[in-house]
């Protein structure tokens, strides 16, 4: 079974840029839910989605937004970068309740911000 | 005051070694319990998870749950040089506010010395 797959791997952009993110979910899941790490906050929870609907969603700026497809493939799109947006973007699959079931991490997208 | 306190380590150790990894967290809602192992440039993947109170044991590791003291712990018995790598605890509880979202742990920087 093909893991959790998300595109670019890697992304360089500048200030006041934007950019789109993706994640293909397991096949068969349909809980995806979008996670920021850096080296000094962690990893921080983004927001997560379910029938292509958004259950829950952190505290970041509005700036960051998601959107699921029917086929649960996710995109989550950052505007107007910062240069504290630099970080690994990872996403992770669950079948429907990633709180109660394993969460499967992809291996993320690394964004530089310039 | 952060949810989930991990000591960063780095935690260097020779092979062979007993490794024990912590957390503490102040959230008495939590039931769900990670930890996540994640390479360099990796996604997380997870080892153990539990629920509630107790102890669960896979292998070489073995997760202990004390949530009357709030605090979890990972035990690696004849840690490897494979192992080497940063531990990530995680945490969950039922309820909608909390769908998908999980809390982490800052990490902990484990080096198994051959």
């Known amino acids: 079974k093909a893991g959790v797959t998300q595109t670019p791997r890697y992304l360089i952009k500048t200030r006041g840029q934007q950019v789109t993110l993706s994640c293909s979910p397991i096949?068969?899941?349909?809980?995806v839910s979008w996670y920021q790490q850096t080296p000094g906050q962690g990893l921080q929870f983004l927001f997560e989605?379910?029938?292509?609907?958004?259950?829950n969603k952190g505290n970041f700026p509005g700036r960051f937004s998601g959107r699921q497809f029917s086929n649960s493939r996710s995109e989550m799109n950052v505007s107007t970068l910062e240069l504290g947006d630099s970080a690994l973007y990872l996403c992770?699959?669950?079948?429907?309740?990633?709180?109660?079931?394993?969460?499967?991490f992809g291996p993320g997208t690394r964004l530089l911000v310039l | 005051q952060k949810e989930v306190e991990q000591d960063p380590g780095p935690l260097s150790v020779p092979e062979g070694a007993i490794v024990s990894l912590n957390c503490t967290y102040s959230n008495s809602a939590f039931q769900y319990f990670m930890w996540y192992r994640q390479y360099s440039r990796k996604g997380p993947e997870l080892l153990m998870y539990t629920y509630s109170s107790g102890n669960k044991e896979d292998g070489r590791f073995t997760a202990q749950v004390d949530k009357s003291s709030k605090y979890i712990s990972l035990f690696i018995r004849d840690s490897q040089p494979s192992d080497s790598a940063t531990y990530l605890c995680a945490m969950s509880w039922d309820g909608s506010s909390n769908t998908g979202k999980l809390i982490f742990g800052q990490g902990t920087t484990l080096q198994v010395k051959p």
């Open positions: 992770a699959s669950s079948f429907s309740d990633p709180g109660r079931e394993t969460q499967y």
């Open positions: 989605y379910f029938s292509e609907t958004q259950r």
């Open positions: 096949s068969g899941h349909r809980s």
